[in-house]
């Protein structure tokens, strides 16, 4: 038997997340043709006329990247025989699932983590347009829920979409500012601490040429997206997540890269990121239940119902953002 004795409300609501997920992707999924999605749809649909080789310059060309991550798995599923909206449907609910059980961990109430999952606006781009970013969370989500193979999906993380190094720097300033502080508090400093700095700075060099080119074109092109307003989204999260956190300092560390990057790419692009560290911030305050986390949640309920209503009558979810 998959539960023994009485079935946990934890449980219930996971699988109400799950089946909430399979519903939405099944009905708004198939709407969603213009856009990204006008790309990411031919580019799917044609990779299996190329090699390996030559679909990678296909892919460049097409979608502007140079991030291999997304193109490995669109290439090979692809030329398996699957088709696009069954592969994103999978990958959907799985992401689902690894949100629901991340958010709980950080402590959300299971009835918070269900809501958050399945009627967010970020949720929703996650879903159906940002598809390159889907595959880097779901893998960076991976490489914090399981312990084996957490490289290898670090890795794919970052070779998925590159914008995952902003989340990976914040994490690990406070990695790093931990392992410094133990070590001259306590005089320990353990082989396992020290390999795991010496591959976070490895990762940061090795990555950071490879994709350069490519944060380099993103730079230009979201250059005139700068402003104020950017910043004081981002701020917002900040200031949110330094009243719910217990510890002040590392909530500095952790938006350290978010401020610095905002003029970048973008504060719609940062403002993302932004809100996934307010989460991990605040959902541990009263199990979610607090104003920060249900303020939010219900402004990003209405942003994805304006969202799914532009899919549903133009099929672009962001048509007239």
Known sequence: MIFK???????????ITLLFALILNLIFLPQYILGDQLHYRAFYDSITSFGISEGFLFYQNSLGSSEPGYFLIAWS??????????????????????????????GAHPLIATIITTFSYYSYVLFFAAERLKFSIIFFLMFFLFKRYRNILLSFAILCHAQVLILLSSFGLVFIKNIFFNFFK????KKRDLYAVILF????????????QHLLSKFESYYSDR?????????????????????????????????????????????????????????HYRKGFNFGVLATTLYFIYTGYNFL?????????????
């Open 201 to 212: 700075f490895i990762i940061l060099a090795v990555s950071i040429p490879i994709l350069g």
């Open 227 to 283: 402003g104020l307003s950017d910043l004081l989204r981002v701020f917002i999260f900040f200031i949110l997540s330094f009243f719910y956190s217990k510890n002040k300092f590392n909530v500095f560390l952790l938006f350290m890269p978010i401020f610095i990057l905002v003029f970048i790419f973008g504060g719609e692009r940062i403002n993302f990121l932004g809100y996934f560290l307010f989460l991990y911030c605040s959902l």
């Open 186 to 189: 306590k005089g320990i400093l």
């Open 5 to 15: 004795g009485r079935v946990s409300k934890e449980n219930i609501l996971f699988i």
């Open 309 to 321: 209503l532009n899919i549903t009558n133009y099929g672009d979810g962001f048509y007239g953002i």
């Open 77 to 106: 599923l692809s030329n398996l025989g699957f088709q696009k909206d069954v592969v994103i449907i999978f990958f959907n609910i799985l992401l689902a699932g690894l949100s629901f059980k991340i958010f709980t961990r950080l």
